[in-house]
């Protein structure tokens, strides 16, 4: 029901979201309105969702753009008659630069594309890290595809294929960066440009970059294959600093020692005492004290495999592969990496299956057999407790 | 008669590459920054080992934006920062400065806009959420509003650092979880309740039947025939709501205005500082799906911020205060109800247990 007084949609129940101190995502739709009608549209069609408690979109639908067989989710309102400019409302992913560093220049373009070609609606971003561009009709994903590669940028991840990879911030504004995230980032979204564009796969696979233990991408939670920045010899420590930190208030035995996790820190007054040896690189004490500790200087990354939510047999944390990769070696042994698990996926994996949910399946064992890796006590939180040891048969049981 | 396009098709370019979108003091100081200090709430100071500092403004978004808001961010980026920007992995917009003296301007600046600053250090980030009702087919609730509706109640957590330690909310409007919500301090999941309507006239023509068999992680899905054609039959006992028939069958909607409704989870992180990467553990097994505010969610998301500010000890994350306190306290501090669907039933269940006579009375 539209407001005859002034031609706008009367939109009671969404109006009330204008209300208060956070950013309101209904004054970007009714900012957006005013350039489109197809804005406009998604307003109404949008409080009716909110009236009647129920969602209005089409399930899906397979559109895209030419030779590509992702990047474009198809998306179609079930109630077109009332609202003919979300009848077609398809989302367009759009890979990010690495880092999400933009110029204004790169945004405005990408803005005046959107405006010509769609509802002027965005996300900055998605969760795996694409710029979203909300709802245009099908025979304008090609042209707006072809103005944003001119302009340079590509189309991100979708179906079963490789998703768009994304890293943190890493080296380009963080002490912390154990490898350079936005490079490895880069660099492998470049290898897999086909694997990305053109879904071959059982599933989804995920790439996720984090340049420390902290892992601002969660990439242990959501990455298929997750590498995490860490070091492997000493803490850097400026004793200095460190009595500077005390100085000025900082409780270094509670707030500090006390909360290692493997109690490896020593404070007599004076000085901290680390024993590297026992140190497990969870950063709590740089954390706290970033101007007087810092990770140490041989870096590389964790490499672990198989993190996903739920859907479909429960939600994964990746789990431990290789326990360290030196920063230099890290895109190669990755590629060689990814070689073996794709070939071992292709093969075992069923439809619709993570790699996650096929370990889990096949046993780690066997996943380790499969991609030539040998089994590292780093892989384990414990051993296994149960009895139930499938020992090879093949040469007669084991001697 | 094959036509030529005009133009060449550019296609498998990839992103643009990042470095030419960084700030000339990043590029400067790429790999060699030193440490990082929080000047105020919402304002970081990067020094380099070159002793170049860099400053960044960080402002939450709505993170659905429409292109006119995205400009006035341009204006601001030439405004003070020579044209650069950047987004973080939370939804919110950083400005990076050179001249210190800018801070407050740009401060003042995004206040009239609209755009808080605030979200580092221990305080409560931005919200990472999902489409909803937006612009998603299988959402059981609409994410944006009910981010709108906990973060207006929850302002002051986003622009003050005085929470024990940093404090991640995520939101998912189904069992997809599109945001990385089963490891968050605080996840609101948007749930269904009731089994899939079967449309038996349609799912012959737009289902593969073995394909959707296969989709069910109980297997209560299995063949049937209605009406001389193929279909299936629900073994409703069986369904615990995930909606994966739904994802890879349209003919099995889910989505009930009645029974649709939120579930919110406790206690999970991501990052390995002090203790391991942990799922969240269910609070609160089903609120009301009630727009446009939601107050039933608001809420219990408010009480266990409040309870968690006021009982955790410095530095401990809401999982880890938790583990410390034990989950019966969680209880009563919360008055949250414990009831049965708290207690796992799904595989590996008894993992979740309590396997030991150590009890807290």
Known sequence: MDDASNGKPKTELLDQLEEGPWPSFVKEIKAASQGSEKATDLLRQLERSYEERKGHWKHGGMVGVLGYG?????????LPEEFPQVAHFHTMRVNHPAGWFYTSDALRTICDIWERHGSGMTNMHGSTGDIILLGTTTDQLEPTFQELAQNGFDLGGSGSAVRTPNCCVGMARCEWACFDTMKLCYDVTQAYQDELHRPAFAYKFKFKFAGCPNDCVASIARADLSVIGTWKDDIQVDDAEVANYAAAGVDIQKEVCDLCPTKTMGWDGKKLSIDNRECVHCMHCINV???????GKERGAVVLIGAKAPIMQGALLSSVLIPFVPAEELLDTLKE????IWDFWDEYGTNRERVGELIQRVGMPAFLDGIGLEPVPEMVAAPRDNPYIFFETKNGGAK | MTTAPKTPRITDIGPPHYQKFLPPLVKKNYGQW??????????????????????????????????????KFADLADKYCGGHLRFTSRNNIEFLLEDRNNIEPLKCDLAELGFPVGGTGNSLSNIVHTQGWVHCHSAATDASGIVKSVMDALYDRFTHQDLPAKLRIAMACCLNMCGAVHCSDIAILGIHTVPPKIQHATLPKVCEVPTLIASCPTGAIRPATYEGKPSVELIEEQCMFCGNCYTVCPAMPLNDPEHDG??????????????????????????????PRWPEVVDAVVKIVDVYAKNARKYERVGEWIERVGWPRFFQLTGFEFTRYHIDDFKHAGLTYARSAQIKY
């Open chain 1, 337 to 340: 990496l990814v070689k073996r």
């Open chain 2, 262 to 291: 939120l579930s919110i989870w406790v206690g999970g992180k991501v990052s390995n500082a002090r203790s391991a990467p942990k799922f969240s553990k269910l609070a609160v097994p089903f609120l009301p799906n009630h727009p």
């Open chain 1, 70 to 78: 992702g990047g474009v989710i198809g998306r179609y309102s079930d």
């Open chain 2, 34 to 71: 030193k440490y990082h200090e929080i000047l105020a709430p919402g304002v970081l100071c990067h020094v380099a080992e070159s002793g170049d500092r860099l400053y960044t403004v960080r402002a939450a978004t709505p993170r659905l934006m429409a292109v006119q808001t995205l400009r």
């Open chain 1, 289 to 295: 004290l970033p101007k007087a500790l810092r990770p």
